[in-house]
């Protein structure tokens, strides 16, 4: 069958039929990295389709205002040197005293706090000997070890007169006494025998055996050698030492430009010295060229970041320290350096640049030139803080600049002091501990003697040793005797020594120095009391204390003793024994005693120094004390018959 169609009704059907048709989305599809792939690297990238997002978060937060663009590169360094070159020791050093310093020599902190040690302890002392002993014995040379058994050199390594007070000296009496030598006595006979560079040249003649002269000389000379490593033994009485105020002073010299220059160092006390110890000052005549000091040029210097806890983090992935949080630091509107180190923490931590330079130590160090280049390849030269384009007067903001007096100022200006001193130091247990206190009560200030050396030179308590002499004496009792017993001052232990005030007169009436004095103590000889044995054994027991106590007077059956320091910190002479205490006094500053108290130190030090050398020594120190204290001295007082022991 056959159909007609018009050709206009075919055409329309014809763009009916074959007409495009619009696609049309009836669902969704997620992109998302596949779980199965075990890299990371496409997440943790965090690519970006377009950087100008980068650049317009830079825009929002007006970081594309900032002056500086540039970041620091490099940088060129031109440091000037001065030597120091001398030291000095004392308050009242001056550049005629001075020593010279040689490269390889004892650091600072050594000079100056060195004091005798093998004298002051016979343990070491005993030891050392045992090892020269032992070598002698060892190189097979009788004669050797028949010399120096000899008395001249014999260990003084006595007993206690106290054994239950002074425990370790009793032992190592018994270990030591008879059996060692003395290595300082050993050292002293061989002293004159050493040449220019310390070696061992001669023999004196006690040390001398026929027929070993020339290996006697071989094993004393590397004994000799190994002893200075040891220890290092310091003046008998140390100049650097002001016993006044229980601190150091000494001074060291370099040579500036225009004139040398001192650097004193009056109140040394932590152990510890550094550039803030100093006070400069000029010395000697102005010069009338200026010297040349040594140039040191550094180039192309790597400037990096300073990095500190708790900075905020800036790198995309990196995770900030948790330890120190500066946002949760709470500061009060007059906490003003806490909200300046917040606001530098939190703001312009990453503005700072260190530059790592590795100077030699010993010496004096200003730049003459210093510049930087940054990204851009703009150079920059830069000056110190208080030379910035500021109104005056100029930023007053320092760091490790020394403190001057005099006209010295302009030599040592942006001047870093870079002394050959010690990194880090043991330090044992205190040989001898003074605790200095005020008694507002008594009127008085007291130096307790915590600590002092034993007979072996190890450490004993003192507060055990004046237990044991703090015997009452009984009062013989007679029927018709009153109830009251009158006591002109009461008794004080014995290791708390009292400090007197006393005035000047005159203009200077004034100012008050704190002498040194002795706690007096007066004991019966009744014949009733004396035949109770402990009593007596007590008073014996007094009368052998020749160290530190002073036998006095005795009259109408009443003896005196005075009761003195026993340790070296309180003494003018460390020696003074016996009747010598009495006019051995010391005159402390009263500035040196404030009402939060003192806490003095003797002990052994140990360090080791840049090049590997070990360094053994007794040094002192001074630190803050405990408070004022009460040693219930009162004078005048009644107390029943009952209660007196």
């Not at 040390?207 to 590397?222: D, I, Q």
């Not at 000697?284 to 040191?296: C, F, K, M, V, Y």
Request: net charge negative; with cysteine.
């Amino acid at each position: 069958m056959l159909y007609y169609l018009p050709k206009d009704s075919f055409a329309l059907n014809l763009q009916a039929v074959i007409a495009p048709v619009k696609p049309s989305i009836t669902g969704f599809s997620r992109i998302e990295a596949s779980p199965i792939s075990p890299q990371l690297d496409d997440g943790l990238s965090a690519p970006l389709a377009d950087p100008l997002w980068l650049m317009g978060r830079q825009w929002q937060f007006n970081e594309l205002r900032g002056e500086d663009a540039g970041t620091p590169v490099s940088a060129d360094l031109d440091v000037n040197a001065s030597p120091i070159d001398r030291f000095a020791a004392g308050p009242d050093a001056t550049l005629a005293d001075a020593e010279a310093l040689i490269e390889g020599g004892l650091p600072v902190e050594v000079r100056v706090e060195a004091e005798p040690a093998l004298a002051v302890h016979p343990r070491l002392d005993g030891e050392a000997g045992l090892n020269l002993l032992r070598r002698a014995r060892a190189s097979a040379l009788p004669g050797l070890v028949a010399a120096l058994r000899a008395p001249a050199f014999e260990l003084e390594l006595p007993p206690p007169e106290d054994p239950q007070s002074d425990v370790h000296g009793q032992q190592w009496h018994l270990l030591l006494a008879g059996r060692s030598i003395s290595a300082h006595k050993v050292a002293a006979a061989l002293a004159p025998g050493r040449d220019v560079d310390g070696q061992l040249v001669a023999l004196p003649p006690a040390l001398s055996p026929a027929g070993e002269e020339a290996a006697a000389l071989k094993v004393l000379g590397v004994w000799l050698a190994w002893l200075d490593t040891l220890v290092v033994e310091g003046a008998a009485n140390n100049p650097s030492w002001r016993a006044q105020r229980f601190e150091y002073a000494f001074s060291l010299y370099a040579k500036g430009r225009a004139q040398d220059v001192a650097l004193r160092a009056d109140e040394y006390t932590d152990g510890r010295v550094d550039w803030h110890s100093f006070v400069a000052e000029g010395e000697g005549p102005p010069r009338a060229d200026p010297a040349p000091e040594p140039l040191i040029q550094i180039r192309q210097t790597l400037p990096v970041p300073v990095r500190y806890p708790g900075m905020p983090a800036d790198r995309y992935w990196e995770f900030e320290d948790a330890r120190v949080n500066f946002a949760g630091i709470e500061a009060s509107p007059s906490s003003i350096v806490r909200m300046v180190m917040t606001e530098f923490g939190l703001a312009y931590g990453n503005d700072w640049f260190m530059l790592p330079i590795d100077l030699p130590v010993g010496a004096l160090y200003d730049l003459s030139g210093f510049v930087v280049r940054d990204t851009f390849g703009v150079s920059a030269s830069i000056q110190p803080s208080d030379h910035a384009r500021l109104p005056p007067p100029a930023s007053p903001w320092r760091m490790f600049e020394l403190a001057t007096r005099g006209k010295v100022a302009a030599e040592v200006s942006d001047t870093l002091c870079l002394t050959d001193t010690l990194t880090g130091t043991l330090e044992g247990a205190p040989l001898e501990e003074l605790l200095l206190v005020r008694d507002e009560m008594a009127n008085l200030a007291w130096g307790i003697e915590r600590r002092v050396q034993g007979s072996s030179g190890e450490p004993l308590d003192r507060k055990l040793e004046a237990d044991h002499l703090a015997f009452r004496q009984r009062l013989p009792e007679a029927p018709n005797d009153p109830q009251l017993v009158y006591r002109l001052a009461t008794h004080v232990p014995a290791n708390w020594i009292p400090l007197v005030p006393k005035g000047h007169g005159g203009a200077n009436n004034f100012s008050v120095t704190l002498q040194r004095g002795g706690m007096a103590r007066f004991y019966s000889l009744a014949p009733e009391l004396l035949a109770d044995k402990n009593y007596q054994a007590f008073i014996e027991l007094l009368g052998k204390q020749k160290d530190f106590i002073e036998e006095g007077s005795q009259e109408n059956g009443i003896q005196m003793f005075v009761m003195h320091p026993r340790g070296r910190l309180l003494k003018v002479n460390p020696e003074a024994k016996g009747l010598a205490l009495g006019a051995d006094s010391l005159d402390v500053k009263e500035e040196e005693v404030p009402r939060a108290g003192v806490i003095v130190t003797r002990s052994f030090q140990y360090a080791r120094t840049w090049d590997g050398r070990a360094h053994l020594w007794i040094g002192r120190a001074k630190t803050t004390g405990t408070g004022e204290s009460n040693s219930g001295l009162s004078f005048d007082t009644l107390k029943k018959r009952s209660a007196i022991n």
